[in-house]
């Protein structure tokens, strides 16, 4: 009913609807009508209410929303499938059990917190409530080796999205943390499912510290968020829209070869290449010039002239200048 509602009052463009229109396209009453419209006002829904001409949508809430996000999706497939919790363990966690009930290709799930939130290697992950917590279920054209790059494609879809609708200087650091100013805003978990000799199956889990303040977080993270850097909060539901996009696109690209194309883009928005680092891998520290990275992501370092390449393994990247991106 409210999406209905919702459906009539955008359709007229800004003009007034009175709600005995409303209440006839429905077939409910005028109070039944006068109800929903004070429920979506309290979902953050703008709605400009005259006695005489009715109501008028003015603007869609920015806190995570039903139809607002559907409104924002203008994938072929990602995210033609959409659910959205107000909470949930963890929106990965979730996928997997989707993926088993045989979920299709692009199904999107979006938590407005998770409670168990994860990162790689069983670390935690902060969600509280005002983050984009969201993951996507794929089933690409890809061999499980080129899948593998689709998290490197996520790191370009992230940033290119956070650049573009922000205009901050997000960049990334190896293997896919979006950095700004050395502190984290955003991280990407990939994770591969099924069988091998099944249909390969991603779940690529997106976290991005949107709308709350970075003092709600662990002190002792190098985290930051949208609204600290904005000074003002953003639309979630654009935010999800525009990154299903990019990662549409990233998808694509990648399906149809294009293996340059993503490593010119990722390359564009990584920190620290051509800079001196230092890699951990366990108890070994390993430092040289970064040279970039391989097509399968892995990492080039040049060390005494020779080139060695790292899988995995914590990367912390050491230079003068901070971690300002280089500008793509
Ligand atoms: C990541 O792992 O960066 C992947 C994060 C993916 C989160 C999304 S949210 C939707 C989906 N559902 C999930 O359950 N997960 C995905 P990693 O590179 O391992 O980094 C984890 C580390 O980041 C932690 O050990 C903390 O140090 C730090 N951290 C935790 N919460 C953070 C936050 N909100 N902002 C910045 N850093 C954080």
New binding site residues.
């Given amino acids: 009913m409210r999406n209905k509602i919702l459906d009539i009052l955008s359709n007229s463009q800004e003009e007034f609807v009175s709600g005995e229109n409303i209440s006839e396209a429905l077939e409910i009453t005028r109070a039944a009508v006068w109800k929903q419209i004070k429920g979506l006002k309290e979902a953050g829904y703008v709605i400009e209410g005259q006695t005489k001409k009715g109501y008028r949508l003015v603007s869609t809430p920015y806190s995570l929303e039903q139809w607002a996000l559907n409104k924002e999706i203008n994938t072929i497939a990602l995210g033609k499938e959409i659910y959205l919790f107000d909470e949930l363990p ?4 979730y996928c997997k059990d989707l993926v088993r009930q045989g979920a299709e290709h692009g199904t999107v799930v979006i938590a407005k917190k ?1 409670t168990l ?5 069983q ?5 509280p409530l005002g ?1 984009l ?3 996507v279920i794929l089933k690409p054209r890809l061999s499980l080796g080129e899948a593998a790059k689709l998290t490197l494609s996520t790191g370009v879809a992230l940033g290119e999205t956070l650049r573009q609708l922000y205009n901050i200087p997000v960049g990334i650091k190896w293997p896919n ?1 979006l950095v700004v100013e050395g502190k ?1 805003i955003a ?3 990939g994770e591969v499912v099924g069988e091998w000799n099944t249909v390969q199956t991603l779940i690529l ?3 991005i ?1 949107g709308n709350f303040p970075r003092s709600i ?1 662990s002190s002792d ?1 190098a ?1 930051v968020t949208l609204q600290d850097i904005l000074k003002s909060d953003v639309d979630l539901n654009r935010l999800a829209g525009k990154l299903l996009q990019q990662l549409e696109k990233e998808v694509n690209s990648l399906e149809a070869g294009d293996n340059q194309g993503l490593l010119k883009r990722w390359s564009g928005l990584a920190l620290g290449i051509g800079e001196e680092v230092l890699v951990k891998r366990g108890n070994q520290e390993y430092r040289g010039i970064f040279k970039g990275i391989q097509e399968n992501g892995e990492m080039i370092l040049e060390i005494d002239g020779q080139e060695i390449s790292f899988s995995s393994g914590e990367v912390s990247l050491r230079s003068k200048e901070g971690y300002s991106p280089k500008q793509s």
């Fill in positions: 963890s929106t990965n966690d998770q939130g994860h990162g790689r290697m670390r935690g992950w902060e969600s983050g917590w969201l993951s943390d984290k991280g990407i978990l889990g997106i976290g510290n977080l993270l985290a």
